[in-house]
């Protein structure tokens, strides 16, 4: 177990972990945390939320794949911001998701694999996430949990993302208590993308509140903004970053031809 690791994961897909990941990546390193973020989703979205995507420094998993085979250190993506680096996932993550799964197959230790090529890296950092892809059995999913010092849970309001919620959190007392990772703890549930007032954002919080109680759910609730999240993951940066560029625009009567930046990003 990694004391300065969280896992980001739901049970859902599209729940908002990517989105999570990348943000509190990108404003835990602009606020002076050394910050590393593991993309283990092999759709790779994270390099579209920080603009590396399509850029040739994007190997696509390849040195993940590489560490869980030789049991190594991975690669990493430097300076994708000042002090954030990245493990880049993509087309070559299901390599190292196969290699986890047939390592395990033969040694149930195995599943500590993530932890012990990423422990050479953990000095390096005052933080590091991982974005886990949406499973819940999933062997890069178990791998993070065990290697993780805390779990962090986004939900958006529909209920397919609640059940991915409610199955996470029985994965963690699952991992409890067969004694692969017994410090592992909830650090609490995000709620993404609800209205900023309304019967849904108040519904949902006090069905979280009563199934987990009011500390392991924030008080923070991240409101709908389709707009700013689409064109900000389409121009490769984050939010805080478009909230800065949609401040300093010029006057729209100047950019009468160009699309201009949501001035609700906040």
């Known amino acids: 177990m990694l004391d300065n690791l969280i896992a980001i994961a739901n049970g859902k897909g599209g729940a908002g972990k990517t989105t999570l990941a990348a943000q509190l990546g990108g404003i835990a390193a602009n606020s002076g945390w050394r910050t590393l973020i593991v993309d283990l989703d092999a759709q790779g979205n994270l390099g579209r939320d920080l603009g590396y995507y399509d850029t040739d420094a994007n190997d696509h998993g390849a040195a993940l794949a590489t560490a869980v085979v030789t049991r190594s250190a991975p690669g990493r993506l430097r300076d994708v911001r000042p002090r954030l680096d990245v493990i880049p996932a993509g087309r070559e993550t299901p390599t190292a998701e196969a290699a986890l799964a047939a390592r395990r197959a033969g040694d149930p230790h195995a599943v500590g694999l993530l932890t012990e090529i990423l422990a050479p890296l953990a000095g390096d950092y005052d933080l590091m996430l991982c974005d886990c892809p949406p499973a819940t059995h999933a062997p890069m999913v178990e791998a993070a949990l065990v290697a993780a010092r805390f779990l962090l849970i986004p939900t958006f309001r529909d209920e397919g993302s609640l059940d ?60 709908e903004n389709a707009n700013a999240a689409a064109h900000a993951r389409k121009l490769g940066v984050l939010q805080y970053e478009y909230e800065l560029a949609a401040a300093n625009q010029e006057p729209w009567y100047k950019q009468r031809n160009t699309r201009r930046f949501s001035r609700s990003a906040t």
């Open 164 to 223: 991915g919620l409610e199955r996470m959190a029985d994965k963690v007392i699952r991992i409890r208590c067969d004694g692969l990772n017994p410090d592992l703890e909830l650090l609490g549930v995000a709620m993404l993308n609800f209205p900023p007032r309304g019967i849904d954002t108040r519904d949902v919080r006090a069905e979280l509140v009563a199934a987990l109680g009011e500390d392991l759910v924030f008080a923070t609730t991240v409101r």
